[in-house]
């Protein structure tokens, strides 16, 4: 039998086969999260976004709204001076902006809600480069206190999120932990602390 | 319905055929880049891989790094990190970190399958071990070239992570290339005052090499510290020497060439059974003989090792007005032979799969066509030969890993110190202020 070529069937069929193939990957599209609400929705990776931070800070002062601290600082005349410390990122993932979003959001709420005078955080960061040294300038959990007394707070509220990262064949999971407190300067008391959790995996 | 067959496989060889143009492989991806570092050109080599990408910009990253512009994203940190651009290093090995790990996820059976029947690259790529621990190992050094604790000590973690992996689930052995990274893990916990945690780390460290540059400070730390363990116990016993309190650390890292890439072979199947006779099992060989007695369109298409570059280079660092003695931490090149030696006769075997898969194949289209059809014989090699073409070795590998890796820390007193470091003719000079108590980590990367 000679060897045939193609009918004119033939070759339609074979273009739409491969043109397809051959556009794919062409034109991405931008989205904007208040358009398509679903863009939010997603989770892209283990590290934390927007829908995390929003649901754990959420819990988190939710539960500081009606604690014992708070009722005390609503009758306290003047208000208390409270400052705001760096979040410890003990996870297995570079989430310190979203560590910095959450300092950010707290220090929104507090200031809405009317019933503490909050630090600057600029002010604060000077009086880290005093204690700590030009060199080294970088928060110390353990110097927390000395910070706070020197910025003249009576409270100051920190935290931390830990994690737990485990790998499988198939699946790498990551639990976080985040806690919040808040301390009394001059006793170190801790006088609040909430924790919310949040699971991230990829499968 | 020969007819048909006859027509379909026309029809496939014309829509693959576009496919055939430029399947160089991942190493032709490469090849300019290696180029440029071989010429010591660094910045020339960070362009060549941004055209390869696609990307305007050292600062971007390909749209699509869940594929292997990941490795090019690899190479890019790495040559980032030579070039002393921490930050930009960091991002690079930050995202191809995720890309390469969520690409080990997703790898399935269609991936295999896919090596054995069609082509050699088209499963997802898989990192070795070496290369996933070399990651969070090279990141934590750009983080504490920049004196950040806490950024180094994510790495640590992540790296701790991947550890566990190997050693736990795919109960394989410590990996060498770990003692480096437990080393600068124990040094970043160290100097975070986390002394139990950094004790686990340097025995860990210990463990793989003599690191003797870590004894005398390991033992003076263990002194403040609980953990115990055999190795930890007889530095212990030694006497450490007594050192000035008031003395800053210097940890120098050097690294030198690059480690073998791999390169793609194309060799008649006669051939293949006489080297890796050993790798291939008896059923496979006798239907491989049958088809290397007939000649035609029998070669078989694999990855091998290229030559390593510049191991055995003599890198020197000078610290003011005298040397400083280095020491070998990790031999990068020694782990990717021993690594391909583990998947070499696997991957021998699935080459000769795939060119049995295309002599079947072959024979298909001629039985359809009829025995003594001469279209059907045309049809059937041009089948085979666009299949063989079609079938390209995987060289895919992070290319720009140093090919050797030494250390050296010191002790130096508080004040200014000038570091000269020089590998292969690549040199870093930089000035330091060591602070009371203080340290900072050096490193050189001379990836030529």
Known sequence: MPLRFLSTRSLGAVLALGLPLLVTGCGKEVIRGADDPSVDAHALSTGLDKEDLKRALRDTLNKLRVSPVMNEWRTTNPQPVVAIFPFQNTTSEHI????????????????????????????????????????NAVFNPANAAKYGKQLGAKYFITGK????????????????????QVIDVETSEIRFQAKSEITKAIK | MRDVLVRVASAAALVIAPWLVGCGGHEARTLKMRTALDAGDAKGAIKALNEEMDVGSDKELPKDIMGDNA??????????????????????????????????????????????????????????????????????????????????????????????????????????????????????????????????????????????????PVARLAAQGSYRSPRIKALLEKEPASVNPDDGEILFVVGYGRVPH????????????????????????????????????????????????????????????????????VDVDREVRAEWKKIEGKIIVSAITRMIARFA???????????????????????????????????????????????????????????????????????????????AVVSLMALR
């Open chain 1, 96 to 135: 310190e902006s979203a560590l910095d979003t959450i300092l950010s959001e707290a220090e929104t709420w507090l200031l809405e809600s009317n019933v503490v005078r909050v630090v600057s955080r600029e002010r604060q960061a000077e009086m880290i480069r005093e204690v700590e040294g030009q060199q």
């Open chain 1, 161 to 180: 999120v830990s994690g737990n990262d485990e790998r499988s064949e198939d699946m790498r999971r990551v639990q976080y932990f985040l806690y919040m």
């Open chain 2, 71 to 216: 490795l090019l994203v690899l190479d890019r940190g790495s040559i980032q990190q030579s070039l002393a651009r921490f930050d930009l290093s960091k991002q690079d090995f930050e995202a191809a970190d995720k890309a390469i790990d969520m690409l080990d996820l997703a790898h399935n059976a269609g991936d295999s399958i896919g090596e054995y029947v069609f082509s050699g690259s088209s499963g997802k790529y898989r990192a070795p071990p070496y290369e996933k621990l070399m990651i969070n190992t090279l990141d934590m050094l750009n983080y504490l070239e920049q004196g950040d604790l806490n950024g180094a000590r994510v790495e640590a973690r992540r790296l701790s992570v991947i550890h566990r992996y190997y050693r736990d689930t795919l109960k394989q052995p410590d990996n060498p290339v770990l003692g480096l990274g437990s080393l600068l893990a124990g040094f970043t916990f160290e100097k975070s005052n986390e002394t139990d945690e950094a004790l686990r780390y340097y025995d860990e460290a210990l463990q793989f090499a003599g690191f003797r540059a870590i004894e005398g």
């Open chain 2, 262 to 329: 791999k390169i793609g072979e194309r060799i008649p199947i006669g051939l293949a059974l006489t080297l890796y006779a050993d790798a291939i099992s008896p059923a496979d060989r006798v239907a491989a003989n049958k088809l290397a007695l007939q000649g035609l369109v029998t070669w078989i298409n694999f990855p091998t090792l290229a030559p390593a570059k510049g191991k055995y280079a003599v890198p020197t660092v000078r610290l003011d007005d005298r040397y400083v003695q280095l020491e070998e931490a």
């Open chain 2, 361 to 439: 194949v072959g024979q298909g289209i001629q039985a359809a066509a009829g025995k003594d059809s001469v279209g059907g014989l045309l049809a059937s090699l041009a089948a085979q030969a666009t299949l063989t073409a079609l079938d390209t070795p995987d060289t895919r590998s992070w290319e720009t890993l140093p090919a050797r890796i030494a250390i050296a820390r010191v002790r130096v007193p508080p004040g200014r110190h000038r570091v000269l470091l020089d590998a292969r003719g690549w040199q870093r000079s930089q000035e330091l202020v060591i602070q009371k108590g203080g340290w």
